[in-house]
Structure formats: C-alpha cells, structure tokens
C-alpha cells in the first residue's frame, strides 16, 4: 500500500513514490480545479500541454477552445496578438517562461553589513495571544507607517523594543556629537508656518525627506546618515544670515509645488516620544531660534511679495490658513475605531469651519461666482451659510458657484442638483443678456458659454426624463435665444410705414472658402450645401446658435415635450417664444418648423381651440384648450417668411378658420383673461394683415366686412379699465388699420391683374385678387372722420397720447387709398383734388404747425441713430453666432423705438404728402414750412458726414430712418422749383441725398433707383453751375505755369451739360439689381399680389458700395483688363467704354470739386487705385483725350497737400491685397503701352516717394530698370515737391546699390527720367559721405561706394555725385551743387582713398 508523503521526505523521495503510484496505476485523491474566469468569461481554466513539464490534465475538458464571444475582455488580453490556426500547446510554449529564466534573473542581497540578531528569550513556550488593546496600548507611536495587520504590528513592536535594548547596550562606543541629531536643521525644513517650541524639541533624529531607497549600494541607511551629519556640519560653520541668503535663493530656484510638499512632508512627521524627555541643548536652542527667526523671514517676505502683487490694503493679514488640530475636530476620532489609528488631518480639512473671505480687494482677475438668481457675488462678501451657496469646491471660502462648477454639477445623478444648476444658468444667461456684467466681468460671459458646449448641455437636457430639469433646459433655453424687449420692439413697429418686414436674424456670413478649392474649375467645387453637411455640429453651433439646435434635431424634442408631455404654462410659453425666435431666423428655418411632423399640428390644435371652456382662475394650471396668444403670434411670424409658408398655415392647418374666430369674437366675449383676450384678438389681426400682404385671405374680407367696419368705427372712442389694458386696445385698432392698409392696396392691383391675365400669353401671372375695389370705398369716409377726431383729439392732454399713437396708421391708410385710386378705372380727378383740398386744409395743415409735431421735430437729432451712433450700441454682450437686436439700452435711452417714436408720425405724414403733391401739384408750396423748420434743416445738416454702423442691432431702426430722410428730400426737390427760400438750401439736400444713397440697406433698392433717377443727377439741386462757381475753379488753378489740360471749369460746365447722360451711365451700370429693385417696389407701392416675403434680404451691409462712384471705371476693368489677364494689352474695347469711363470721371470731379463730402468714407488709397483702372483697362484708352483731361483733373486733386498726406499705400485698399500688387500690375502695363505718357508717368512717380515702402522702389530698380528710359516727367511737371523723394535719407542698402548700379551703368540718365536721377544723386551723396555710427557691413558698402565714385570716369556723374547740396525743384538738374568738394567730404575722401593708395603700396 502507498503511503502519504510526510514532510521529511527529499525531493528525491518524492519522485520515487510518484512514479510508483503511476506504475501501479492509482487515482489521485486530490482533483485540481481551475475556476473560469469571471471577467474573461471562460468556461474552463487549463488546457491539456503535451511537453515535457509536469501538467495538471482535466477529465472531459475537450481539446478545442470553445467558441464562446467572451462577454468583456481587459485591455491586455485585446491587445494580445492571437493566430487562428495555432493551438494551445504552442501559445502556452510561446507565451509561458520556463522556471529557469526566472531563477537566473533573482539577484541576492548582500547582508554583509547586517547585524545578526538573536531571538528574544523568554519563558513562556508560545507567544502571548494578541489582544486588539495590547497593540492601542504598546507602542502605538512606534508601530510601522502602512497598512499592516495586526500580527505585523505586534511583532514590529517587539522588534522594536529589541533594538532599543540593544541601542542602550552600545551606546557608550558611540560619538558624543551624535547624541544631539534629535534636532535636525536643513533650509527646506524651515520653509512652513511657525511651529511651537515643544515641536521643535520633540524631531526625531535623521533626515526628514532623504530615505535612503534608490541608491545602488548595500549600506543606504548609513550612507544617508552620513549625507545628514555632512549637511548638519556645514549649517554649523554658518552664520545666520548665510542660512537666510541660502533660504532665499532655495525659495527662488525652487518649484513652489516642490516647497509645498516638503512643508507637507513636514507636517505630517509624528515625533518620537523618547524624544520629549531629552533635555535640550544649546546648539538645539541654536538651530530652533535660527529656525524660527528663518520662517519669520520667509513669511515676510513671502507676505509682501504678496502684497505688492494683490492687495492694496492690510498687508499683516494672513491669507493662508493654518492646517487643521486634532482638537479643532468637530468629532473626535476614537482610536477603537478601525483604520483610524492614524489621523490624516489633512483629509479632515473640510470638517472645520469655514474661514471668511478675505476683505482685501486685488487687481488679480477673480474667478466670478453667482447665487441662484444669477447674480453676481462679490469675493469679499461673506455671506451665511444657511443660504445654500457653500459647496466643497477650489474655495469653500467663497460663496456662490462657478460656471465651471456649474457645469458639473448640470450632469449630477441627482435630479435636485441638475435642476438647480440648469435654473441658475438660465438665470445667469438672462442677467447677461440685460447686460448686468458688462462692467463687472471680464470678457463675454455668453461666448464663454456657448464655447464650452452650453448649447448641447441644454439639448442632453431638454432629453432628461425628470420633469422639472426638462422644464429647467427649456427656462434656459429661451433665456439663450429670445429677448423680450426686440419682440416688443418689432411688435411696435408693425404698424408703422412698412413695418411688417423685417431683417432674418442670420449671423454675417464669414468667408471661409477652403484654399484647395481655389484652384479647382467651378465644376469640381464642393457646393454650400455639401459644406454645410461635412460640418460637425460643434462648427455649425459655433457659426450660428440656431441652426446648431436645428441640426441636432431640437424641433422635434419640443414637439414631444409639447404633445406627449403636457407641461406647465410657463414650459409652454417658453417653448413658443423659443419657436418665434427660431422663425425669425431665416425662412428655411420657418420651413423646418411647419415641416416638422405633428408640431404645428399640436401647436394650433392644443393652444388656437376653436371653442374653450373658461378658466377657472386668472393664472390657469394649464394652458392645453386654451387659447394662447403667443400660438397666434408663431403662425403670423411663420407666415411672414414667405406666400408659401402663409398659404400653408391658411389652407392645411387650418388658418382661416382661426381668423374667423378670433376676428369676429370681442375680446370682452372670449371668456378670458382681457388682456389675453386682446392680445389673441390683435394677433390674429396681424396674422389676417400678413395673409392680405400677400394678396390672400382677402376673401375672408367680404365675409367679415360688417364686423370690422363696426370694429373700425368705435376705433376712435378707445376705452379701458386700466393703462396697460388701454394700450393693449390701441395696438388693436393698429393692427385693424394695418389689414385694412393691406386689403386696399390688394384691391388696388385688382384691375391691373385683370388686365394682365387677359393680355398674358402663356406668361406667368398671379390670378387677380377677391376682392375689388367697390368693397373698400366705403371705408375712406369713416378713417378721414376718425382722422379729424384724432387731430382735434391732439389739444386736449387726456387723450393726446392716444391720438399721437393712432394717427401714423390713419395717415398710412389715407395715403394707401389714393395712391391706388389714381390708377383706378373710376378715377374723378376733379372730385379727388376737392377731396385732397379739403383734407389738406381740415387735417394736414392744422397738424404740422400744431406744437405736438414741432416737438417731434425737433427731437429728430437727439434720437436720431445716424446722428448719434452710440443709440445703436447694443451695451450688452454681443455674440457672433446669435444676433439680435438688443433694444433694451435703445428704449432705455431714447422714445425712437417705442410707440410715441419720433419717427412714426413724421415719416406717415411725410409719406401721405408726397402722394397728395404728386396728385394735386398745386398743394406743393403749402408744405414748404414744414421743410424750412429749424429743426428739420438742424437735422439734415447732423447727417451730413454721419458715417452710420451697419448691424442687426441698428439696422431695423435705420431702415425706418431712411424712409424719413428719403421722404423729407423728396418733398424738398419738389418744393426747390416753386419755392426760392426753400431753394436756397438746395445744396444741403443733395449733400444728403448722396449720403443716404451710401446707407441704404437691403430690401430698400428701390430708394436708390428713386434717389438715382431724380435727386442725385437733378440740376436744380446743384446750384453751383448757374452761379459761377465753374469759373471760380477755372481761377483757383492759374498759379499752373504749364497747362497740361483744360481748366477744371470747363471740364466742370461741360459734366453738368452732360447729367442726364451720366445719370444713364449709372443707372446702366446698376443693371444686375434689377431683380432686387423690383422686387423692392412691388413692396413700396403696394402691389401685395407680387410680394413673395415680408423677410428682406440677408443683412450684409449697404445696398451700394461707399465707393459707387467708381462703379463704371471697376466695371470696365473687370469686364477687360482682368479677363485679358491683368496687365494685358486690350486691342479692342467694348461699345461705349470711352464715354462711360468719360462720364464716370466727369461724375467724380463733380463730386471732388463741389460735393468733396460724399467721398470722404473712400480712403485716398482707395481713390488712386481705382482711379488706376483707367491704365489697366486697355493699352489706350488712357490716352482718349477727354479720358486724359479727366485723369489729369483728378490727379492733381489726389496731390493736393491736404490729400497727399492723408494717403497711405501701406494699407490694402478694399479689394485689393495690397497696393504693391496692383502697382506691380501698373509697372508691366506701363513698359508695354505707356509711350512715355506724362499722365502715366506721373502716376508711376507717386508711389516711389520715400516714406512709403521700399519694395515699390526696389521693383523699378531692379526688375523694370528698362521703364527708366522713357519716364520722362520733368521736374516742373512732378505734381509732388521733391523733398517728398530726398527726404529722409534711404537707409536700404539694396536699393542704393541699385541706384549707383543704374547710375554707372547708363540705365539712369538725366535727359531720360530727370526725377528720378535727381533722387538717385541725392540719396547716394548722403549716403557716401555720411559719417554716422553704423554696421559693419553698412560701413563696407559706404567706403567702396565712395572708392568707386572717386574713380568714375564719368566726370559728370561724379562731380553730381560728390558735389551734390540739396535738392531744388526749380533747377535744370533738380539740385544744386557745391563749386568745389567742402572740406569734411575732402577729409572723408582723403581717408578712403589715401588709405587704399598706401595699401596699394605696400
């Protein structure tokens, strides 16, 4: 029978019993299991191994790995390289290192220098059981740092005492100077706050940071302690201001991270209880009163460092708080406790108390906190903690939170957390929007937010399943996008002239084309559209806030949110203004709103309910059947994107049926709130104006004609339980008058379209309206008798206000009504101009010398946006990607946008008398008053020189304020014939006529047509060619002794006798806006059926370039000196560009002559390069002799004092990369085609003058040196003074080589280009002979410069050249000269020369 192995049996005992059990073939009564792998999700552990090692084989474990998909793998096993068809023994053989390759590897440590010790003795056979109180009780501080067991503690206890003893035993052999190392000192210990006496008496011996692992040798522990006692010796021999020069320089080249952490080593030491019993030495007093008065020093130092660089007040006040006591603990730690038998103070810090903030104010930038509500807290502030705003941040000191804390704490687990985060965002992005940070914070807390992803943390929240944080995102999210004051703002402004069309909302395109499309064909290049896709939806939220939610798909989250979830009114309004916002946006984004599916659907079924039941209270818990008056407003501002959105809203969901309702219901019997009940009543009249906008919907009108006839006669009897239910009334019947506006203009096309229809021939043309004529006359009697209530209205001061607000929509409507009853086929011209007489002398009259208007008047400059720009300025943060237009700081500062606007009633008025005059053109002088007010001509001559910015937050109250400025000149070019004081200020409406044809926006092209066609090129508004003044600028130019063109005054006589010739030249040259001018009258005058949109144009500057004069001469450049190539000879141009390039330049010195104003936004750089484009046009149209006399005119005004010193080639003129490249271009065009032109030649010396770069110079002298020979100005013919080229002396020494080079070489001579051989002269004279301090090299080039000029053999050019004074114009050779070479120049030569000669010599 086999027996068990014991333990004394040799390996080679039990190699023999188990090849006897294998021989005998018994089982193993030990089964070895190998338990699967739970994170690799084996099914079994081992493999069967056939080699040679000593393997464990598993019955019924097959010999394939199972096919089994492990369920997670870690990282190393991903990584680990597998090979199909290899099996388990080769990986194991591949992978598996043999026992001996780990053997060879163990290196032994050496012991030699370890002390042998023997055991313990004692008198008990077994060891005392341990006892969890024994280990507390014996030598608690003794036992070792780490998580130890017990057991390992006992025993290093025990080991402990043993070497103690021992230590006792020996310590008569022992040196007496290391008995005192219980104090050690180094300079990195002493860098901490102040430590108690007893502190300092209680280190234990050694060295604090040095521990000895590390290094290479055997015996560590004594080499540390010899490094120790080497440091101590040397802090022995010094003094203590040594140790404190030493202590500075360790602070100064130190890391402070590094210094904190020794502080903290420090901190954290225990000393030895031994320790405390040792009396204290005197080199211990030494070294503890050097250690103290050392971090008393470094505090100090390190405290005023502080101070000078932070604060401004108390510099004794600590900043830094001590570390915590134990005994500061609000709970006391218990050493039963377990794993609390050492305590980590440093990780109780957040227990104590907190300190209070520091009351010193510092000019270090702070990082901004916020309470709840949003507001900014202050850093000195202290405030209670009970408020809820400490948290366990960077600075728990500090109340409020963060946005960076803030963040975080919006993707918290807890529902509390995240609502309360998201609601003070909400709260932080409306303060900032109302521009409460501008001046307490640094930089734009918006951009900081949508660059930290602000927008996608709301869309993840808008998707969480909490009600109350979805309900928190959808609070932000309209805090983000939607401003109240701009919707009031355009609310208001509806019901003015052309008050329903608006700007998109679009950010300003940037040009960001790709520069490997640059040089692909246009066939290759990538579309918009497929840019638009390939962007993430970080860079499409970054460039436009809108569509960024668009993309990620925030449409139909809200529908969901709105249809499934039902939430509170407040969500629900919310989420409405959200929608109006997004409409106003673009029409593509109001076509994404009505094709998102079940959105409008749900919008107008649960908040537009044809029938209600009536709220119980005035704030309802639900507002689902309800109607809702932010619902209407989406579906009129939806509607106003374009026909086609308002055809939709009316016919497929429903909209004439609401229009229906909400039109014929009073507001007093729709069983809701009153002011509700009017608001839903005046959107839904806007939503039925809208529609009529567009020709549609009238039918409605002859339904509904009874009910708004009623509602228009009690519109002047206004009356109202409160203020602001009155006002509510009044934008009721605003929006009343605007449908009716509406509707007869569309029945003023009625006819025109049925002519149209007929004569048509397959052509395209909109069908004619429902609605005629015959259905609106009835309504002129009852506004004119409405009208004469509110004039009459205007003397008492109860209703004065309400009168001034209704009377622009009256005035309005009246003007609609005649201007379309002219074109009627029932017009009575005698009974109208009876009407018009009538009207004039019962309403006009009275109401422009009554003092309510006057006061309007003369409040035109102060709240004028073109006179004072700052009115505009938005004051609050401004995001690129999310434009608006910021009213809150306009309707704070000025009554322009609200409704007693300044502008309203002016432009109404102003609106209806250009009509009347144009009807009844004996009525014109009656209103000349209003034109010869002093307000009105104050006014006008304030915007002369306006230089107005162009954005989103000026643009829609500009526009408003051109249609003034358009109106008063147009009734002022009429008054200008009939009326001579009114002539007499003729020239202060054309000065701003030309002016406002530069500030005309998008939408208003067909103001510049009007401005074009009848002010700007209208000889009555230019008085200065009957008056003489041709011949007095004919006189101001005699002082020319050589006259290279005709006088400017019969240049100037002969560009008036040609003004309707121009005005075609420019007209013609605006032919590619004539879709954009069309389309812009069809709104001006009323021909609703051919809108297409009440959005204008994209936002993206003026309709005209500030430059348009120009426009003629850049066109022609275009159309051939750029597609020739550029440079480029042009044999042939095309019909009539000799007279148009002649009556552009006739057009400009008009305006550079008498009108010099208008072109003072054009830089100078600009004027001279596209006055360029006469020589780059082609090779000879610069010299067609009325072309050449224009040029030359032009010129000589560009180089005037005045005008030469405010012209800068160094700034790249619009369009242009630089000046050099297009002189570039002219120096090609002149080698080729000049012919030595004066003209050309001129304007090829202006760039070459000295203050401007060297590069223009260094490309004649070097790559066209050949263009010198025929540059032949001379001297009396250079329009610029001389000195303009010599002064100051050059300093590049290229370019003086360059002179000398062309000088000595012939390609410079006197008789060939005399300017520039004067120029040449007199820099190299300077040069050469200039004795100041320079470079080496600079000091070569002079010498052999001079060197070679002393052995020309040209003795002309050198005498020039050594002989040279100054420069003088008037003289032959453009300088004058020295008789003989003064005596400082002949000590300078003799010097070079003489020295060469010696060398020569020698």
């Given at each position: ?11 080679a ?9 294998l ?19 084996d ?5 069967e ?10 019955e ?26 290899e ?67 006992q ?11 021992q ?5 008569e ?28 008496m ?9 521990s000895?692992q ?20 040397r ?63 470094i ?12 604060y ?9 708080q ?23 103070l ?78 003070t ?61 701009d ?6 402004a ?107 659907e ?13 709220a119980?209270?005035?704030?309802p ?6 109607p ?49 009940a ?76 049925q002519?149209?229809?007929v ?5 395209e ?14 309504l ?10 509110c ?50 002398s ?47 700081r ?6 322009i ?10 432009t109404?008025?102003?609106?209806l008398?250009n ?22 001509l ?36 009429k ?68 006259r ?7 240049l ?11 005005r ?25 059926p ?53 009556h ?15 072109l ?8 001279l ?15 067609e ?23 800068d ?5 619009p ?5 050099h490249?297009?002189?570039?271009a ?15 030649g ?37 329009p ?106 002949a000590?300078?030569?003799?010097s ?11």
């Amino acid at each position: 029978m086999l027996r068990r192995p014991k333990s004394t049996d040799s390996e080679a005992d039990l190699l023999r019993e188990q090849q006897e059990l294998l021989a005998a073939g018994g089982q193993s009564t030990v089964t070895v299991v190998n338990r699967p792998d739970k994170r690799r999700g084996d099914a079994a552990g081992a493999h069967e191994q056939k080699n040679h090692r000593d393997v464990v084989t598993i019955e019924d474990l097959p010999d394939e790995i199972p096919t089994l998909t492990p369920a997670k793998k870690s990282r190393f096993q991903q990584e680990r390289v597998r090979f199909e068809d290899e099996g388990p023994e080769e990986r194991l053989d591949r992978h598996d290192t043999h026992i001996s390759a780990v053997l060879s590897r163990i290196i032994e440590r050496d012991t030699s220098a370890v002390p042998v010790l023997l055991p313990c003795i004692t008198g008990t056979a077994f060891p005392k059981v341990l006892r969890r109180s024994m280990v507390e009780s014996e030598g608690q501080e003794r036992a070792p740092r780490g998580r130890k067991s017990i057991f390992a503690r006992q025993i290093g206890a025990h080991r402990s005492n043993n070497e103690d003893v021992q230590s006792l035993n020996g310590s008569e052999t022992r040196d007496q100077s290391s008995a005192s190392r219980h104090v050690g000192f180094s300079p990195l210990e002493s860098m901490e706050t102040e430590r108690p006496e007893s502190d300092v008496m209680d280190r234990v011996g050694g060295p604090l940071l040095l521990s000895g692992q590390g290094l290479a040798i055997a015996n560590s522990a004594m080499e540390t302690m010899k490094i120790h006692e080497e440091n101590q010796a040397r802090l022995q021999t010094m003094s203590q201001s040594e140790i404190l020069e030493e202590q500075r320089k360790l602070l100064a080249q130190l890391d402070p991270r590094l210094v904190d952490f020794v502080r903290s080593r420090k901190a954290q030491r225990t000393p030895g209880s031994e320790s405390s019993s040792k009396p204290l030495q005197k080199d211990d007093f030494l070294r503890y009163s050097t250690s103290t008065e050392l971090d008393h020093t470094i505090k100090a130092q390190e405290s005023q460092r502080d101070t000078m660089e932070d604060y401004e007040e108390d510099e004794n006040q600590l900043v830094v708080q001590p570390p915590i006591r134990e005994e500061e603990l609000p709970i006391k730690p218990q050493k039963v406790w377990l794993h609390m038998d050492k305590v980590e103070l440093e990780k109780l810090e957040w227990t104590r108390d907190l300190p209070a903030p520091s009351r010193l104010s510092t000019k270090k930038a702070m990082q901004a906190r916020f309470d709840f509500a949003g507001t900014l807290i202050p850093a000195t502030k202290d405030l209670p903690t009970h408020l809820g705003l400490h948290h366990h941040g960077e600075e728990p000191e500090l109340a409020g939170y963060s946005l960076q804390e803030l963040f975080l704490l919006s993707r918290s687990q807890l529902n509390q957390q995240r609502n309360l985060a998201i609601s003070t965002l909400a709260n932080v992005l409306t303060k900032a929007r109302a521009g409460e940070y501008t001046s307490s914070l640094k930089g734009s807390v918006l951009s900081s937010l949508l660059d930290a992803g602000l927008l996608f943390l709301l869309r993840f929240s808008l998707d969480d399943g909490v009600e109350g944080v979805m309900s928190a995102a959808v609070h932000a999210l309209r805090a983000l996008l939607v401003s109240s004051d701009d919707e009031e703002c355009l609310d208001n402004a509806s019901s003015w002239l052309l008050g329903m069309a608006t700007f998109p909302l679009l950010p300003t395109a940037l040009e960001d084309e790709d520069e490997e499309d640059e040089c692909l064909d246009e066939a290759l290049k990538e579309t918009a559209k497929e840019k638009e896709e390939k962007k993430t939806d970080h860079d499409v939220a970054r460039q436009d806030v809108v569509k960024g939610f668009l993309r990620m798909q925030g449409l139909p989250r809200l529908r969901y949110i709105l249809e499934v979830l039902r939430p509170s009114p407040r969500v629900v309004l919310d989420i409405l203004e959200v929608l109006i916002r997004i409409a106003r946006h673009s029409t593509a984004a109001a076509t994404q709103i009505l094709n998102c599916p079940r959105l409008m659907e749900t919008v107008i079924s649960e908040f537009l309910p044809i029938s209600w039941t009536p709220a119980v209270s005035q704030a309802p818990s639900s507002l689902y059947g309800l109607p809702v008056a932010l619902a209407m407003k989406l579906l009129r501002v939806l509607a106003s994107a374009g026909r086609h959105a308002c055809a939709r809203i009316l016919n497929s969901l429903g909209g004439k049926e609401l229009l229906s309702r909400f039109v014929v219901v009073d507001p007093s019997e729709m069983l809701l709130e009153a002011g509700e009940a009017l608001r839903c009543t005046t959107e839904a009249l806007r939503l039925f104006a809208v529609a009529a906008g567009y020709g549609q919907a009238c039918s409605l009108y002859t339904d509904l004609y009874p009910v708004l006839v009623k509602r228009l006669q009690a519109g002047n009897r206004p009356c109202a339980s409160s203020e602001a239910v009155l006002f509510l009334e009044l934008d009721r019947i605003r929006a009343l008058l605007v449908l009716l506006t509406q509707v007869t203009q569309t029945a003023g096309c009625h006819e025109e379209l049925q002519r149209g229809l007929v004569s048509a021939q397959g052509t395209e043309c909109p069908p004619p309206p429902p609605v005629l004529w015959s259905h609106v006359t009835g309504l002129q009697p009852t506004v004119i008798s409405s009208l004469k209530d509110c004039v009459r209205a205007l003397d008492g001061s109860a209703q004065m206000s309400s009168a001034l607000i209704l009377l622009p929509s009256y005035l309005l409507y009246v003007e609609a009504y005649y201007s379309q009853l002219c074109v009627q086929s029932s017009f009575q011209p005698v009974q109208c101009l009876q009407e018009l007489e009538s009207l004039t002398s019962d309403v006009l009259l009275p109401l422009i010398s009554h003092q309510a208007m006057q006061n309007m008047a003369s409040s035109f400059r102060s709240s004028s946006v073109i006179c004072n720009p700052g009115l505009s300025a938005p004051g609050v943060e401004v995001v690129p990607s999310l434009p608006g237009l910021f009213c809150s700081r306009l309707m704070s500062s000025s009554t322009i946008a609200g409704p007693n606007s300044p502008l309203s009633l002016p432009t109404a008025l102003l609106y209806l008398l250009n009509t009347i005059t144009s009807i009844h053109k004996g009525l014109i002088q009656k209103f000349s008053r209003l034109i010869l007010s002093d307000a009105v001509l104050g006014y006008l001559r304030s915007c002369i020189g306006a230089m107005p910015s162009v954005s989103h937050m000026s643009a829609w109250i500009l526009r408003h304020e051109h249609h003034l400025l358009y109106l008063l000149l147009r009734l002022a070019h009429k008054l200008v014939p009939v009326d001579p004081e009114v002539a007499k200020h003729a020239f202060l409406f054309h000065q701003v006529s030309l002016a406002l044809l530069s500030w005309l926006l998008p939408g208003s092209e067909y103001l510049a047509h009007e401005l074009m066609s009848v002010l700007t090129f209208s000889h009555s508004l230019l008085p200065e060619g009957g008056c003489g003044e041709p011949e007095v600028s004919a006189l101001a130019e005699l002082q020319l002794k050589e006259r290279t063109s005709p006088a400017v005054g019969v240049l100037l006589r002969d560009a008036l006798h040609h003004l309707p010739s121009i005005r075609g030249c420019y007209l013609t040259h605006l032919a590619h806006m004539e879709p954009s001018v069309l389309s812009s009258r069809d709104r001006y005058l009323g021909r609703n059926p051919f809108v297409s949109s009440h959005l204008l144009p994209e936002l993206t500057g003026p309709s005209l370039p500030s430059d348009w004069p120009f426009l003629p001469l850049i066109s022609l450049y275009e159309r051939t000196g750029q597609s020739a190539g550029g440079g480029q000879q042009v044999e042939s141009l095309p019909a009539g560009s000799v007279q148009s390039a002649t009556h552009c330049l006739q057009w400009l010195l008009v305006l550079e002559s008498w009108r010099e104003q208008t072109l003072t936004a054009v830089p100078p750089v600009a004027k001279l390069a596209r006055l360029a484009c006469v020589f780059l046009c082609s090779s000879d149209l610069f010299l067609e002799r009325p072309v050449q006399e224009l040029t030359w005119a032009l010129f000589r005004r560009l180089t005037r004092p005045a005008q030469l010193e405010a012209l800068d080639l160094g700034s790249a003129p619009p369009g242009l990369a630089s000046f050099h490249d297009l002189y570039s271009a002219l120096l090609a065009q002149y080698e080729a085609v000049s012919f030595g032109d004066l003209l050309f030649g001129c304007f090829m010396l202006l760039p070459l003058q000295r203050r401007y770069s060297v590069t223009m110079r260094l490309a004649v002298f070097g790559e066209h040196v050949g263009m010198l020979r025929s540059l032949g100005v001379s001297l009396q013919q250079l329009p610029v003074p001389l000195e303009k080229f010599t002064s100051p002396m050059e300093d590049s020494l290229p370019l003086l080589r360059l002179y000398f080079r062309a000088l000595v070489t012939g390609a410079l001579k006197r008789n060939w280009c005399p300017v520039l051989y004067a120029v040449a002269v007199a820099h190299l004279n300077a040069f050469i002979f200039s004795q100041d301090a320079v470079a080496e090299e600079v000091e070569a080039a002079r010498r052999s410069l001079l060197r070679k000029t002393y052995y020309m053999t040209d003795e002309v050019l050198k005498n020039h050249l050594l002989l040279f004074w100054q420069p003088q114009q008037n003289s032959e050779l453009g300088f004058s000269t020295y008789e003989q070479l003064p005596s400082i120049r002949a000590r300078r030569l003799e010097s070079i020369v003489g020295t060469v000669q010696k060398g020569g010599e020698m």
